[in-house]
């Protein structure tokens, strides 16, 4: 049976309770005590930053990865390979026209980082046959010396090796860019400000295509939200802001909790619907998660569903702080006058968990699986970078892009209507995933070989 780290999150007791083979980690910000200020932004910091997906099947790794049908009778849970979401996301096409994210860069944000990320990544590409890379690792600000006891840097060093594996599965030939950031629980800062600096300093100085962000925070829990004022969420919004000035796209997970989240002291929910930020924000692009149920080879045996197993549901629902933007103003039936997440959605099951190797932690070296939202986040990552290259330039903001193609047929803007499913969670009701755009799934997920070309208009 699993072990589970620290950094499971709000539902570590229903996990134990369930007998889970897998923890999912929180989307929230819990634990700490005083305050950050950077860039002229001042939180009061009564939580601290975890990362979105945590946990691993086994105390021990397991020494290779096993199929998809092993893992249904050994385990009782699906698992895949990335050679798997390659056949079910159909980019295999894609990589035979010499598409493969040549040329583009893109940029993965945590806490902490991992000291044996480039080796572990060596070791995921030879099992299977994906050409290796460079990771370019930068450290902003004062990252402590990674300390495998300590649960906060193994939960983001597992963060990490997730986003980064699986966004170079997806776009082998993309430089890579992993951005660590030192939050630390005794410095008692929230997190949240380092990472927009940090982000919008590597966009000054350097060329990003797209930004993948594993992480979030529960819009009730910032300050001033009880009392309808938002400048503690507007105060963080620069680097998006730049962003969008760069034509630099920016994703973020839409959550692990289903329709509700995370309290500011970590280990309850809230009892009704909520949302996330950055997630929530106009100018990101929420990536949902959905459940694929694939046989050996990465082909389809039935169709995908919003994510909503026994360990989560998929992120989705209306902001409390932004209004409904002008691109979402075609599904403002489903969304109302305010901001309506996920966008898109990817694999994030833990019934569907990806294998990872990972090394950080001498107790636990080998292969583990990882499901969540922050799966999803860097593999859509992977397939922005295709399309940027693709269209021989940044793609920027995105969503009006979607918004526009979820208007056409499927067969030419390779957008997969996810129809079965809902982000149900807890004690809290979620969305039914429908006909169209829903707030379990978004607009669906997608058939790359046909997206890819479509959002880049080539």
Known sequence: MGTFPATAGPRRSTLLRAAALLA????????????????????????????????????????????TSDCVAQIGIHCYSPLQYRTAYNLNPLYQQGITGKGRTIVIVDSFGSPTIQHDLEV?????????????VVKWGNVPPFDPTNADHTGWAGESTLD???????????????????????????????MMDAEKAYMQHHNVDVISQSFGATENTFPGFDKGNFKSIEDLRYAFKFAAAKDVTVLASSGDNGATDAKENGSDLYPFKVNSWPSSDPLVTSVGGTQLTLDNNGNRTAPDKVW??????????????????????????????????????????VDGAAWT??????????????????EAGPIFSGVVALAAQTAGHRLGQINPRLYALGMLPSQWSGIVDVTAGDNSWDTVTGYQAAKGYDLASGLGTIDAARFVHAVAGR
Do not use: C
Request: no cysteine.
């Open 308 to 349: 909503h197993d026994d360990y989560g549901a998929a992120g989705g629902g209306v902001s409390g702080v932004f209004d409904r933007p002008w691109y979402q103003v075609g599904v403002s039936n489903v969304t109302g006058n305010h901001r309506g997440t996920p966008d898109i959605s990817m694999s994030a099951a």
């Open 124 to 136: 995921f590409d030879q099992q299977w046959g994906i050409p290796n890379t460079q990771v370019e």
């Open 357 to 374: 190797y990972e090394s950080y932690d001498p107790t636990r070296v080998g292969w583990h699986l990882t499901g969540g939202t922050s």
């Open 164 to 194: 980064v594996e699986y966004a170079h599965a997806i776009a082998p030939d993309a430089h890579i860019v992993l951005v660590e950031t030192g939050v630390a629980e005794t410095e008692g800062v929230t997190g949240l400000p380092e």
């Open 24 to 67: 999912v980690g929180a989307t929230a910000l819990t634990g700490a005590s005083a305050t950050a200020q950077t860039a002229g932004v001042r939180l009061p910091s009564v939580f601290k930053l975890r990362p979105a997906s945590a946990g691993h099947i086994d105390a021990v790794g397991r020494v290779a990865p096993i199929s």
